[in-house]
């Protein structure tokens, strides 16, 4: 079990669609994160947000949009997506930048 | 953040100990490695941290040389459920970043 949830666990979606992954913590953790992992790869740093402002951005393609609503919601808007996005991706908080990092068990991702 | 290199693959004898190496030579001194592990399909699960001192935990413990370029992660009495994929990451004190590395993935044979 993970107090990271993340939803939905798996999605297909076409190249046209809009879509959006979800992750919620109740653990009052101030700092989340995205993550993009490829089969056999280690997880690769997209976003990271700081009491709800975006810290960092990995040079992502502006069809991945982050939000975070507020302090216990990320959310990440897919939209215009390409096969090549398929991947499982990954959400994490912390309390903090000196505290281990929390994971959801992620969304695996399919674009056709 | 300084860059970690670890073995791509190991494996280890059910019931014996599993030392997974690390070596973090550019380490600077404000930060901190960490250790997860990552079991097919889900999330990294933290396993823990330190920055100069040993430390042990329930799940391992964590030997950092006294130089501090590398660390090495002992699993005293591993099972066959602690097979997976396992990162060492070094994290600077205070920063936003957490890059893994491309990690080892140990298996248990019974």
């Known amino acids: 079990d993970t107090e990271v949830t993340q939803t939905p666990k798996h999605l297909v979606m076409g190249m046209t669609n809009k879509k959006s992954l979800k992750c919620e913590q109740h653990?009052?953790?101030?700092?989340m994160y995205w993550y993009k992992q490829k089969a056999k790869k280690p997880p690769e740093l997209m976003f990271v947000?700081?009491?709800?402002?975006?810290?960092i951005n990995e040079s992502v393609p502006s069809r991945f949009s982050p939000e975070c609503p507020n302090s216990s919601l990320l959310n990440l808007h897919l939209h215009a997506l390409q096969p090549e996005d398929s991947a499982l991706y990954l959400c994490?908080?912390?309390?903090?930048?000196?505290?281990?990092?929390?994971f959801g068990n992620g969304t695996r991702l399919t674009v056709t | 953040d300084a860059k970690t290199t670890q073995p791509p693959s190991m494996d280890c004898a059910e019931g014996r100990a599993a030392n997974l190496p690390c070596n973090h030579s550019?380490?600077?001194?404000?930060?901190?490695v960490y250790w997860y592990r990552q079991i097919h399909s889900q999330g990294p699960q933290y396993i823990i941290h330190?920055?100069?001192n040993n430390e042990t935990n329930e799940m391992a413990s964590l030997i950092i040389t006294e130089d501090r370029k590398s660390s090495t992660l002992i699993l005293p009495h591993a099972t066959l459920r602690d097979t997976a994929v396992y990162y060492c990451i070094v994290r600077r004190l205070g920063g936003n970043q957490f890059y893994f590395g491309t990690g080892t993935s140990l298996t248990v044979i019974p």
């Open positions: 653990m009052g953790h101030r700092a």
């Open positions: 550019t380490i600077s001194g404000n930060e901190y």
């Open positions: 330190g920055l100069k």
């Open positions: 947000y700081s009491y709800e402002k975006l810290s």
């Open positions: 994490a908080s912390s309390p903090g930048f000196n505290s281990p990092l929390h």
